[in-house]
């Protein structure tokens, strides 16, 4: 119960991790990429998405699913997937 309650606090704090940057998706629309410009852009945007979540959750300490959860929402929320 404890670590669903953290993985659900986890998931509100992510939305906000990344309120100041556009998605990737955003962005690569507003430079109007297409083609294999488009599909490399995307591909940085995410690994840096990652990175950033992986060291968010290191940051608040979340291991297990809490971890988990929190790091897949926060890319995707990055991603605009």
Not at 27 to 40: F, I, N, P, V, Y
Not at 66 to 80: H, P, R, Y
Request: some cysteine.
């Amino acid at each position: 119960m404890k670590t669903l309650l953290i993985a659900m606090m986890s998931l509100a704090v992510c939305g906000s991790a990344f309120a100041d940057d556009a998605t990737c998706s955003a962005t690569a629309k507003d430079k109007k990429l297409a083609g294999a410009a488009l599909k490399s852009f995307m591909t940085k945007c995410e690994k840096d998405a990652k990175t950033k979540c992986t060291a968010g959750a290191k940051e608040k300490k979340l291991h297990g699913a809490a971890e988990t959860s929190f790091t897949n929402k926060c890319v995707k929320d990055a991603t605009g997937e």
